[in-house]
Structure formats: C-alpha cells, structure tokens
C-alpha cells in the first residue's frame, strides 16, 4: 500500500512539472483574454490517474505564479483546473469523448471574470468566455484527445489506474 501512495506521489509531481514548464514554455499563448494554454491538455490524465488532480492543481498553480499572474488568477485559475480535473476524473468510465468537457466548462466560467475583475480587461465578460472558450476547446478537446489516444495503449505501463 505504501509503495502505491509514493507512485501516486510521484505522479502526481511530474504531471505539475510537466504542467509548469509547459505553461512557462508556451508563456505567451498560455496567459491573456485570447488565450491556448497547452499545458491543459494534461487535464485528459485523470481518465488514467487519480494523481493527476493534484498534480494539475499544483502545476497550475506553480505555473500561474512562474507566468507573473495576480493572486485571484494563481487563485481561481487553478480551482478551475482543479475543477475540471476533479470531474474528468469522476466521468472516466463515461467515453472519453466527454472528458474534454469538465475543464473546458470549468475555465470558460471562472477565467474570464479573473480577466475581468482581476486584470480589467475591458472586453464584454460572453466575449471573453467565447475566447477562453476555444482556447480551451483547442488545448483540452484536441490536444487533450490527440495526448489521450497517445497514452491510451501504454496506460498500464505509464499510470496506476484503478
């Protein structure tokens, strides 16, 4: 039992490294009203992980503050990361058609009041989630599933899975 809490230890810290240096690579997509973050094509990983929520959280999290963010964006942005991982978590057994769905939805509602309130970005709040709306369509929908049927035929070697 220990020596699965250390893998899922283990994880959960690479999937938030991963994370972080993507957010910090890809920099200049990943912030902003018109945003791709690449690194939310990591929120696929909970169909395969339950150590992926943390990880995503936490990498979000060290990623927001790498970026230069403001606290209610390190903040509420990585609550809509964990968000979405928790949710594509719990609808794993579903098709993984729809684990796109929960952070695609859980960024398009929180990210652009962030932007609006946080940053006074003065774009129309709907216009905003229409923008973050894609941007997560493209990292999440298309990355996300291009990284899912990647990792799909070597899961039982590269995750726990329960």
Excluded: H, W
């Excluded at 959960?12 to 957010?23: D, G, K």
């Excluded at 990591?42 to 990880?55: D, K, N």
């Excluded at 729809?98 to 932007?115: D, E, K, S």
């Amino acid at each position: 039992m220990k020596s699965s809490n250390t893998l899922l230890l283990t994880q959960a810290a690479m999937i938030a490294a991963v994370y972080v240096a993507l957010t910090y690579v890809f920099a200049p997509f990943s912030f902003g009203e018109i945003q791709v973050r690449l690194a939310e094509a990591l929120t696929i990983l909970p169909l395969f992980t339950p150590a992926a929520i943390p990880g995503l959280f936490i990498g979000c999290f060290i990623g927001n503050i790498l970026g230069g963010a403001i606290l209610p964006d390190i903040v509420f942005g990585s609550i809509a990361t964990l968000i979405g991982a928790y949710f594509t978590y719990k609808i794993r057994e579903k098709s993984p058609l729809f684990a796109p769905l929960p952070p695609i939805l859980a960024n398009t509602l929180i990210v652009p009041f962030v932007l609006r309130y946080g940053y006074a970005v003065p774009l129309p709040i709907p216009f905003m989630m229409l923008t973050v709306g894609i941007g997560e369509f493209i990292s999440c929908g298309i990355l996300g599933l291009i990284l899912f049927a990647a990792f799909r035929k070597y899961a039982n070697i590269l995750f726990i899975t329960f």
